[in-house]
């Protein structure tokens, strides 16, 4: 398989017509469907169902549209680390990071970096601490901001300086509302929204205690925007970090007893990383060293 023909899929797939993609890649249609058949071929599979006005991927297509959104993503990665070798730095670091307050200090990060290297571009994916470690793997991440619990046993990494404070976010009618915190005897009886990690569900149910037996969980996820509208329309809870914005109708009340959690800046241990990549590490270690200096 080639570079090339998977971006003509791509492209195929995201158009749903090939007379549009050929337009668009400025390709006769008779090549481009050429072209695909050629790679149908190649793989053994029929990767779209055609009909006369619109295509649509087969099973085997949704595959590899996902494989070759991965695998082009990496090829172009690489080809701009190797055309950015050159001084003055310039580049492109590619960052993973989930819905948190400690997002703010990679801001001040990112923007203390540029203000040396204004060069340097940052490429930002939003995912939860799993999705992030998912795609370091794959070498579609340089650096990623991860939400504790989380195991990194396979990452270089500096803790940030912020602490994650829990608590829910309940409509502003609810009883629950006009506390200053809630207790896990509070949220025995009321419906909850959990997040979507593993790990994170457990470290907060083993801050229910004996109550974690009987709780009511009516839904899980990880973007605090969908389950915010959720709390909202269904009067239930959602147990959340307090993040530095606002929903229309709701309330943060923190936990009591108090829960918190730390963040990590972590990168895979003993790789080879573009300049621009491995001078952007070294600056994050030397700016955390300066805050928690400061601090101390």
């Not at 340089?142 to 901001?145: A, E, I, N, Q, R």
């Given at each position: 398989m080639e570079i090339r023909v998977l971006k003509y899929f791509l492209m195929v797939a995201r158009e749903e017509n090939i007379t549009k993609a050929a337009n668009l890649l400025h390709l006769t249609q008779p090549t481009l469907s050429?072209?695909?058949?050629?790679?149908?071929?190649?793989?053994?599979?029929?990767?779209?169902?055609?009909?006369?006005?619109?295509?649509i991927l087969t099973e085997d297509g949704m595959l590899l549209r996902r494989r070759a959104e991965e695998i082009v993503t990496l090829a172009e990665k690489t080809k701009n680390d190797f055309q950015h070798k050159q001084e003055p730095l310039a580049g492109t670091v590619t960052i993973g990071s989930g819905e948190l307050r400690s997002s703010r200090f990679l801001t001040q990060l990112i923007t203390s970096f540029q203000k040396e290297n204004p060069l340097v571009s940052f490429k930002i994916y939003s995912g939860n601490s799993d999705n992030i470690k998912e795609r370091i793997e794959r070498g579609l991440l340089?650096?990623?901001?991860l939400q504790d619990p989380v195991d990194i046993t396979k990452y270089s990494f500096v803790r940030t300086p912020i602490r994650e404070h829990w608590g829910i976010m309940v409509r502003e009618d609810s009883d629950l509302a006009s506390k200053s915190s809630v207790t896990p005897e509070d949220l025995s009886d009321v419906p909850l929204i959990m997040p979507e990690r593993e790990n994170?569900?457990?470290?907060?149910?083993?801050?229910?205690?004996?109550?974690?037996e009987n709780l009511h969980i009516i839904a899980s996820g990880n973007l605090l925007y969908n389950l915010a509208s959720l709390a909202r329309d269904s009067g239930s809870c959602v147990l959340t970090l307090k993040l530095d914005c606002t929903y229309e109708g709701l309330v943060f009340v923190p936990l009591s007893p108090k829960f918190e959690t730390g963040t990590v800046l972590v990168w895979k241990k003993a790789q080879i990383f573009s300049p621009v990549a491995a001078a952007f590490i070294d600056h994050s270690k030397t700016y955390i060293s300066g805050i928690v200096q400061d601090l101390t």
């Open positions: 050429r072209q695909l058949m050629q790679l149908e071929e190649e793989l053994g599979v029929t990767l779209f169902l055609r009909s006369k006005h619109r295509i340089d650096v990623g901001l994170v569900q457990n470290e907060l149910l083993h801050w229910f205690g004996s109550y974690a």
